[in-house]
């Protein structure tokens, strides 16, 4: 008779989703701020549609109304509170701990998000988003200890 074979543990899958806030209203140069214009609102609602099959157990956005108001419709829609992150902690222990095995979605800037998604893949693959893309999709697997990312573009 044959031994049993050892159960292998089976990592478990953390997927991310990174955007970036949608379309601001530029009439303020002052203004550091901004609500979404017009067609932020729109993109807004092009998200929460991209998104509706998707079920988030954890939404994260900056605290920057821009962003909120990019994910708030998609927050209510998955039934998951946003919850605030700082640009300047990305990626942390703690945070890689509490979205194990989760599917989250990150609202970001043109310059968090891309350096958010070259944290988790290990490398400096991702250059600063131009500032007229506000339709970019980073979708980042990791399953135990390998990472892989796809960038899509939605409009």
């Given at each position: 008779m044959k031994p049993p074979k050892p159960e292998t543990e089976i990592p478990e899958i953390?997927?991310?989703?990174?955007i970036r806030h949608a379309e601001k209203d530029r009439s303020d140069p002052n203004n550091e701020d901004p609500d979404l214009n017009e067609d932020g609102i729109a993109r807004a609602a092009l998200w929460t549609k991209v998104f509706q099959n998707i079920k988030f157990d954890e939404i994260y956005s900056t605290e920057y109304k821009r962003t909120q108001q990019t994910v708030s419709a998609i927050s209510l829609q998955s039934d998951v509170k946003l919850t605030p992150y700082s640009a300047d902690n990305l990626y942390s222990e703690d945070f890689k701990m509490r979205?194990?095995?989760k599917t989250v979605l990150v609202v970001g800037h043109s310059d968090t998000t891309p350096q958010f998604v070259n944290k988790i893949i290990g490398e400096d693959r991702y250059p600063d988003i131009d500032d007229a893309d506000n339709g970019s999709l980073y979708i980042v697997t990791v399953?135990?200890?390998?990472?892989?990312?796809?960038?899509?573009?939605i409009d």
């Open positions: 953390s997927t991310y989703y990174f979205t194990q095995g399953v135990g200890d390998k990472t892989k990312v796809q960038l899509l573009t």
